[in-house]
T-cell receptor, first 114, second 108 residues
Framework: DSGVTQTPKHLITATGQRVTLRCSPR?????VYWYQQSLDQGLQFLIH???????AKGNILERFSAQQFPDLHSELNLSSLELGDSALYFC?????????????FGPGTRLTVL | GQSLEQPSEVTAVEGAIVQINCTYQ??????LSWYQQHDGGAPTFLSY????GLEETGRFSSFLSRSDSYGYLLLQELQMKDSASYFC?????????FGKGTRLSVIA
């Protein structure tokens, strides 16, 4: 158990819908990262928040948005869902002074778009 | 941009040693890390190299050569539970970019 929690574990929805994925980092961690993992694209970095502020953006679609709240939990919002958005979504956190490379991943949310 | 290359599959015998190679092209390279992921599970951090040389953590070791843009993960005394996917990941101008992973199968 990494100490990072994600809800829900599974999500099944229809095309065109909007969903929200939630992540709570390990106690004391200020950074939250979001990743998408699909069979053909591997693990793709989406976005990084540090203490409530966006720090870096990766291959995140305009239909996706995220935020980190004052209590440091984060939400990833996915809208106008398409079949291709079906994937595992992970969040990860890291300690304040740790390098980017040492991240602790949550159990993931499996999103299925029908 | 950033990209990493690693073999897609490796098979090794229980008790043996296996090496998983990774070459990278990373702008502003900072360091290379390795993650393990079992089927249906989350990636788990294994090791991190920022400087050239070998880092040892129990049965696992990781090596980095910055001049060759190359690293490897060495797994010794392989156990069946080591069957998993192994990802190298580099940090540089963007936080972390992962390779596509190497699926390791340990056979009896």
């Amino acid at each position: 158990d990494s100490g990072v929690t994600q809800t829900p574990k599974h999500l099944i929805t229809a095309t065109g819908q909007r969903v929200t994925l939630r992540c709570s980092p390990r106690s004391g961690d200020l950074s939250v990262y979001w990743y998408q993992q699909s069979l053909d694209q591997g693990l793709q970095f989406l976005i990084h928040y540090y203490n409530g502020e966006e720090r870096a953006k990766g291959n995140i679609l305009e239909r996706f948005s995220a935020q980190q709240f004052p209590d440091l939990h984060s939400e990833l919002n996915l809208s106008s869902l398409e079949l291709g958005d079906s994937a595992l979504y992970f969040c990860a956190s890291s300690a304040p002074l740790a390098p980017y490379n040492e991240q602790f991943f949550g159990p993931g949310t499996r999103l299925t778009v029908l | 941009g950033q990209s990493l290359e690693q073999p897609s599959e490796v098979t090794a015998v229980e008790g043996a040693i296996v090496q998983i190679n990774c070459t990278y092209q990373t702008s502003g390279f900072y360091g290379l890390s390795w993650y393990q992921q079992h089927d249906g599970g989350a990636p788990t951090f294994l090791s991190y190299n920022a400087l050239d040389g070998l880092e040892e953590t129990g049965r696992f070791s990781s090596f980095l050569s910055r001049s060759d843009s190359y690293g490897y993960l060495l797994l010794q005394e392989l156990q069946m539970k080591d069957s998993a996917s192994y990802f190298c990941a580099s940090s540089g101008d963007t936080p972390l970019v992962f390779g596509k992973g190497t699926r390791l199968s340990v056979i009896a």
